[in-house]
């Protein structure tokens, strides 16, 4: 959700930037734009809309070499993408350019009273009244406090850059509720959204907190707060490698990182699965362990697919560990009047661990005195460090848009979770064992639904021709129709909608004819002869079946048009596989539209606004 990337030391800024910005464009592409201070003190800027290679191409032999910069990738939400509204904004004297990762909820107010004294804006952005604050400041008191002073000034949130032509060895970066981390290299600094564009220069960082703001130069640091008090960070160190962010081959991340599933489920229980005690170790729980014996509900909040994660844990919750568990959507949760209380634990699942709508939950829990738990993909996200305890996935970076290798080591670790909690209580040491047998043969099981790649790819061709599917699944397959629905409308913009099996006769039926194919999940469980029944139904009205089916199941081929034969495994680890299908099928269906399937349009992969 916009990508901002700044660089100040001895190298040269330009190339840092744009390698930089490669990294984040996964957080938005709908223009991009770069400042920066050149060797003379002059200020170089270039902005356009679309993707990064837009700009490279504008700027590509006319670069200057610069000790200085910032740069931005833009995720739209005031004001349409365009070159006009692409960042670095500034003031009206020039000066002053900012980058900025958020929104000004007030920035309409602050721009009408800033326009009647005299500031021309030239963006639609609620961005750009940032520049036009300072600068209105910077009348009065020095750069810094002309920044701490607009930043008491708005509402909203911010993740911000800015460098001032009059002190151009300077970058001032703030945050409220927008991530920045900044990666201390042995040659300059560089902050980021994120640590993808600092991971190749170093594996030192600072997470910059809420309410703080770093100045830094090209040989110091120096954080303070809104009290305009000194802060002492903590330097932490980061254990993603630089390889891990590269596509190594692959046509598109997303395909990368379906098949490097077996390995980051296997990273994710390694050290954790105790199988021959049917016990799962879980040392960020170690502290919380008394507390999670005498919880009596726990509530659940995530969004997308780590929703759909959630929606699984649920069931594996309450059928195997006997816990009372709710569900919710991260945003609804934050506005509405939850119920919680001491004996309620608030779980967090989130990949990138900045989702807003998720911080905002656990904040919201915390705030009624829930204990907060986190299970969370990216080590010092925000959501990590704010919950009280947490799982990391241990999935390595997720580049791709459409969760994959996320998805799945979340429901790894919730099948973790279910052991943890259940051989807390009632679960049988019998039962401990065999579900954390089965667990530990996944991986080598979703190397089995690989082989079937192309029979999938065939399929998706086959059904090419259509634009609405059906996604339909039982009990743990139900979030998987779900998962697998959003999959192929986020990448290859077919409209699908998922939907619990039994639910098609109270309505969705209707939709059904020769155009409106069903993807059902129908492994051989505890629900497959119910699942057979509406598979029937769906034929009778003279739609298409695409099936997921348990591997020997031969009757099933008969009944409908296509199968694709996924492993047996114990039913609440059915997911971990029947997804796998699902993602290749939205994956070949976007290929073969000549789709740009790791940067889907209007998408951004970490959604850090409301
Ligand atoms: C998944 O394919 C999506 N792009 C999206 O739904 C995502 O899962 C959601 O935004 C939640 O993100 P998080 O896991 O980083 O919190």
Redesign the pocket.
């Known amino acids: 959700m916009c990508g901002i990337v700044g660089y100040t030391g001895p190298r040269d800024a330009g190339p840092i930037l744009l390698e930089g910005l490669r990294r984040l464009e996964y957080r938005g592409y709908d223009s991009a734009g770069i400042a920066l201070v050149t060797e003379s003190g002059e200020l170089f800027v270039e902005k356009k809309a679309g993707k990064l290679a837009n700009l490279q191409t504008a700027i590509a032999d006319r670069t200057p070499n610069a000790a200085i910069g910032l740069a931005h990738t833009r995720w739209a939400t005031h004001g349409k993408p365009s070159e006009r509204n692409a960042h670095p904004h500034c003031d009206c004297g020039k000066k002053i350019y900012l980058v900025h990762n958020g929104i000004i909820e007030n920035y309409k107010e602050l721009k009408a009273d800033l326009e009647k004294i005299g500031h021309k804006f030239s963006s639609e952005t609620d961005t750009e009244v940032l520049a036009h604050l300072i600068e209105e400041y910077k009348k009065q008191v020095p750069l810094k406090e002309a920044v701490w002073r607009t930043l008491a000034h708005v509402q909203g949130t911010y993740g911000l850059a800015i460098i001032d032509r009059s002190e151009p060895e300077k970058i001032f970066v703030a945050r409220n509720g927008s991530p920045l981390v900044l990666g201390v290299a042995d040659d300059g600094y560089i902050i980021a959204s994120d640590i993808a564009p600092i991971v190749r220069y170093t594996n030192q960082v600072i997470y910059l907190e809420d309410g703080e703001m770093a100045e830094v130069t090209p040989c110091s640091f120096q954080v303070t707060n809104f009290k305009r008090k000194k802060v002492e960070k903590e330097i932490s160190k980061i254990d993603w490698t630089l390889e891990e962010a590269e596509k190594k081959g692959y046509d598109h991340f997303m395909l990368k990182e379906i098949i490097e599933q077996p390995e980051s489920m296997q990273n994710a229980i390694r050290g954790r699965l105790v199988a021959k005690e049917g016990m799962a170790k879980l040392g960020g729980l170690r502290d919380v362990a008394d507390h999670l014996r005498e919880m009596k509900r726990l509530v659940i909040v995530?969004?997308?697919?780590?929703?759909?994660a959630g929606l699984v844990g649920k069931y594996m919750f309450e059928e195997y560990a006997g816990i009372r568990t709710e569900i919710e959507y991260?945003s609804e949760f934050r506005y509405r009047k939850p119920i919680l209380d001491k004996e309620t634990v608030v779980l967090?699942?989130?990949?990138?661990?900045?989702?807003a709508?998720?911080l905002a939950a656990i904040r919201e829990a915390k705030n009624k005195g829930a204990m907060t738990l986190g299970i969370v993909?990216?080590v010092g996200s925000t959501?990590a460090r704010e919950t009280d305890a947490g799982v990391y996935n241990h999935a390595g970076p997720e580049i791709?848009?459409?969760?994959?290798k996320?998805?799945t080591s979340?429901l790894s670790i919730l099948a973790l979770f279910t052991l943890f909690l259940g051989r807390q209580r009632d679960m049988s040491f019998v039962m401990g064992k065999r579900i954390a047998e089965e667990l530990s043969k996944v991986p080598e099981q979703m190397k089995k639904v690989f082989k079937d790649s192309q029979h999938i790819k065939r399929i998706s061709k086959k059904y090419s021709g259509f634009s609405d599917f059906l996604y339909l699944g039982r009990k743990y397959n139900y979030p998987i129709a779900m998962?697998g629905a959003?999959?192929i409308k986020?990448?290859a913009y077919v409209h699908a909608e998922g939907y619990p099996f039994g639910e098609m006769k109270h309505g969705p039926i209707a939709l059904i004819d020769e155009n409106f194919p069903t993807v059902a999940i129908a492994t051989r469980d505890s629900v497959y002869e119910k699942t057979l029944s509406g598979i029937q139904e769906s034929k009778a009205r003279g739609g298409k079946v695409v099936a997921v089916a348990t591997a020997g199941d031969k009757s099933i081929a008969k009944l409908v048009d296509d199968v694709i034969y996924i492993p047996k495994t114990l039913e609440m680890l059915t997911p971990l596989l029947s997804v796998i299908p699902l993602q290749i099928f939205a994956y070949y269906s976007a290929v073969q539209k000549g789709l740009d399937v790791d940067r889907?349009r209007n998408?951004?992969?970490?959604?850090t606004v409301e």
């Open positions: 995530s969004c997308g697919t780590s929703y759909y991260a967090a699942i989130s990949q990138s661990g900045e989702t709508d998720t993909n990216v959501i791709g848009v459409a969760s994959t996320a998805f979340q998962e959003l999959k986020e990448i889907p998408l951004a992969k970490s959604v």
